[in-house]
């Protein structure tokens, strides 16, 4: 993904580098770029966008007016700072708040802190939700009494993310992004993120390897790996969705996760592996499974590996959005009970998720989703858009990924993009898996949003570019690749250009065609014998 205004910092012991940013010195003109005309007063329109955070310790001092329980945390970053109780906050100088103390001051501006049932707190940025713990968030506005630089975040690891930009901002060593900053009148904010602050205190220590970065659209994220301890800990199979303390936690991605050690310290840490079937794994000695999650505490690497199945169930379903707003239809609602009171490896969901990303239905989808196995997700065009980009990442990471389960290989690949096409490069991993499938001895299905034909008379809006579709089909009868997608709102099961698929896309979205045509809700039933024949049972849901 693209990084942008993209900062790394190396804590203790380490190296300081700095990466896409441009040094600018405390004594810049607002105006003119001379280091001999000095900022001035309160008057915002003098700056340019960026500008007020730049020279921040010029307009507004050295006194900081602390949440309790983040005087350290300022000290930390500001030795000779003067400390005063937030208590005595009148809305001049400097506040560093929690995100409660901050919401109410910041509410209405254009970035700020809100909170949600789901997700927690959540950063702004004007028409942008960013959540996660990491989030910092740095105001300047005008109040009554004054000019006033309020400093929070999304937890203390935000609000120690603010304080670390503006420290390497005081010291020179980083500039702000202009195209990341909100610029409204007398009013300019700017939303960080830091990756790395594994404790989650707001400082980096000796052993964490912190990166900074300013957002403005699409945010960054780090899932392979993280600096623990001084430990290089790396994931495949899956990817780390949250480090808190010396707990990590994984969002598996397949049936083969496996952590490496890179540079043991015997450093005992827990890592709880989500979204896994342990009925279907051998587990290292001493994890503990609870539903679709595997807890384990070791000091060293550990892999899960899939048990040698055959004859297994896969269920699938897709387009579950609503026809418009931020409700989750009923029907999904009987589709996931339906699912549930099954049995099979996993479900395969197929995308559209919810109707156009914003944060709202995906808190409301979270509240309901509540599975008894594994869920694997190919992206849909409905929620990977503006800022559902970032939270489909925060929720379920990469969307181009694999793995392998009893005979069969299951790819999942980002369709969606650029008029429902594919890359070269995505092309390339592609037959890349394919290979690997066949290497293996193992029946690839490939999993996407959009299908490379429409089924219905005359109905070819809904299918892929036609270049990509054809470059597919090619690749899937090559290898007797089966194909599950979704996008059309409608039941299909057959057979175009050699190769057999399904579209299963009545998961709640408005259907698409008369019910004697495949148009009705409904989920699917996969039975994935040895040998590869696949059998297809579809259950209908009114």
């Known amino acids: 993904m693209k990084r942008l205004g993209f900062v790394l910092l190396l804590v203790v012991g380490l190296s300081v580098l700095a990466s896409g940013c441009v040094g600018t010195g ?32 010029k307009l507004f001092g050295n006194t900081f007016y602390v949440s309790p329980g983040y005087e350290n945390m300022v000290k930390a970053y500001f030795p000779n700072a003067v400390i005063k109780p937030s208590s005595e906050y009148k809305g001049v100088g ?5 995100p409660d103390e901050a919401r109410p001051k910041l509410r209405g501006k254009p970035v700020h802190i809100t909170k949600l049932d ?15 713990p990491w989030e910092g968030v740095i105001a300047a506005l005008k109040s009554k009494n004054g000019e006033t630089l309020i400093v929070t975040g ?20 980083l500039s702000v992004e202009r195209n990341a900053v909100v610029r409204r009148g007398d009013f300019e904010g700017l939303v ?10 707001g400082v980096p220590d000796e052993g964490e390897l912190v990166k900074l970065y300013q957002l403005y659209f699409e945010e960054p994220f780090q899932y392979y790996w993280r600096l623990i301890g001084g430990e ?18 994984i969002r598996a991605l397949g049936f083969n996760v496996s952590v490496e050690i890179k540079n043991p310290k015997n450093l005992s840490l827990t890592y709880v592996v989500e979204n896994v079937n342990p009925d279907f794994l051998n587990l290292p000695h001493g994890a503990i499974s609870n539903g679709t999650t595997i807890t384990i505490t070791t000091s060293g690497s550990f892999s899960l590996t899939p048990k040698p199945v055959q004859d297994y169930y896969v269920f699938a379903f897709g387009d579950h959005r609503p026809p418009s707003g931020d409700n989750v239809p009923e029907v999904f609602l009987k589709i996931r009970d339906g699912i549930n009171s099954g049995k099979a490896a996993f479900v395969i969901d197929g995308g559209d998720l ?22 694997f997700i190919a992206a849909g065009n409905h929620e990977y858009q503006g800022e559902g980009i970032s939270i489909f990442h925060y929720l379920f990471g990469p969307t181009q990924y694999a793995f392998s389960l009893g005979g069969y290989r299951y790819v999942f690949e980002n369709d969606v993009m650029g008029n429902y096409q594919l890359s070269e490069e995505q092309f390339a991993w592609l037959k890349k898996q394919l290979e690997l499938a066949k290497e293996r001895g193992e029946r690839p299905v490939i999993v996407m949003h959009a299908p490379p034909y429409d089924p219905r008379p005359g109905g070819d809006d809904h299918a892929m570019d036609e270049k990509s579709a054809e470059k597919l089909l090619a690749l899937m009868k090559a290898y007797d690749a089966f194909g599950i997608f979704s996008h059309i709102h409608i ?28 148009g009705f809700y409904h989920y699917v039933l996969l039975d994935m014998k040895a040998g590869g024949d696949i059998g297809v049972k579809v259950f209908k849901v009114s």
Not at 31 to 50: A, I, K, L, M, N
Not at 354 to 375: A, C, F
């Open 491 to 518: 039941y299909w099961d057959g057979t175009y250009d050699g190769v057999h698929f399904i579209i299963t896309g009545g998961g709640g979205a408005p259907l698409y065609a008369p019910q004697d045509k495949g």
């Open 118 to 132: 789901y997700f927690g707190y959540v950063a702004y940025r004007y028409g942008m939700h960013f959540p996660g």
């Open 192 to 201: 960080v993120k830091e990756i790395g602050d594994v404790n989650m205190n």
């Open 94 to 98: 400097i506040a560093v708040l929690s």
């Open 354 to 375: 919810v109707y156009s990303g914003t944060i709202y239905q995906w808190d409301n989808l979270m509240k309901v989703w509540k599975w008894k196995e594994p869920v």
């Open 26 to 57: 405390s004594n810049t003109s607002p105006t003119s770029g001379s280091s001999t005309v000095q900022p001035q007063g309160s008057d915002f329109s003098r700056y340019p966008p960026g500008g007020i955070i730049e020279h921040w310790g």
């Open 232 to 249: 290089n800990v790396t994931v495949s199979g899956g990817f780390i969705r949250l480090v808190n303390g010396s707990t990590v936690y």
């Open 154 to 173: 999304t937890s203390r690891a935000g609000v120690g993310a603010a304080l670390n930009f503006l420290k390497g901002v005081e010291d020179g060593r």
